[in-house]
C-alpha cells in the first residue's frame, strides 16, 4: 500500500452522486405531477381491490393504471419504486390500506378515472390538511 496526501487521492477520485432520498410527501407530490400530465386521457383503475387477499392484492396491475404512469418516471424509480403494481406503490409511497384503495380501486371511480382527477386525489393524499381529510373521508368509505 502506498500512502498518498489526501488531495490526491481527491483529484484522481470518481465520487458517486447517491439518488435524493424523497419524503413521503415529494414522492406523492411527484406522482400527482406526472397524473397531471395526463390530462382528460382516461387510466385504468385496479378492479375489485377489496376482494383480494393480500398477497393477491399487492401483485395487482393494469395497463394504463396511475402506478404505471409512476414507474415509468425515472425519478422515483430511481427513488426506489421498484414495480408497478399495488404492493409497490403502496410500500413506496407509503399508502394505509384505506388510502391505496382510494386511489386506485375502480369501485371509486365508476369508469371514468382520468389524469387529472387521480392527480387531484393524490395530492389530497399527499396533503393531509383538515379539508382534505374530511373530504377522504366521505368518498373513501
Known amino acids: 500500500m502506498r500512502h498518498q496526501p489526501i488531495e490526491q487521492i481527491l483529484a484522481a477520485a470518481t465520487l458517486l452522486e447517491r439518488p435524493a432520498t424523497l419524503s413521503r410527501r415529494e414522492r406523492l407530490t411527484r406522482w400527482a405531477e406526472l397524473l397531471n400530465r395526463e390530462g382528460p386521457r382516461l387510466l385504468q383503475p385496479l378492479k375489485y381491490v377489496e376482494f383480494y387477499a393480500p398477497p393477491e392484492r399487492a401483485r395487482l396491475r393494469a395497463d394504463q393504471s396511475p402506478i404505471e404512469i409512476a414507474f415509468?418516471?425515472?425519478?422515483?424509480?430511481?427513488?426506489?419504486?421498484?414495480?408497478?403494481?399495488?404492493?409497490?406503490?403502496?410500500?413506496?409511497?407509503?399508502?394505509?390500506?384505506?388510502?391505496?384503495?382510494?386511489?386506485?380501486?375502480?369501485?371509486?371511480?365508476?369508469?371514468?378515472?382520468?389524469?387529472?382527477?387521480?392527480?387531484k386525489r393524490v395530492r389530497a393524499v399527499a396533503n393531509p390538511n383538515l379539508l382534505n381529510r374530511?373530504?377522504?373521508?366521505?368518498?373513501?368509505?
Not at 415509468?72 to 388510502?99: K, M, S
Not at 369501485?107 to 387521480?118: E, I, K, P
Not at 374530511?134 to 368509505?141: C, E, K, Q, R
Open 134 to 141: 374530511l373530504w377522504m373521508a366521505m368518498v373513501a368509505d
Open 72 to 119: 415509468a418516471d425515472p425519478v422515483l424509480r430511481d427513488a426506489g419504486l421498484a414495480g408497478d403494481t399495488f404492493g409497490h406503490a403502496q410500500t413506496f409511497f407509503g399508502l394505509p390500506d384505506r388510502e391505496a384503495h382510494f386511489l386506485l380501486c375502480d369501485c371509486h371511480w365508476r369508469g371514468r378515472m382520468t389524469g387529472d382527477a387521480a392527480a
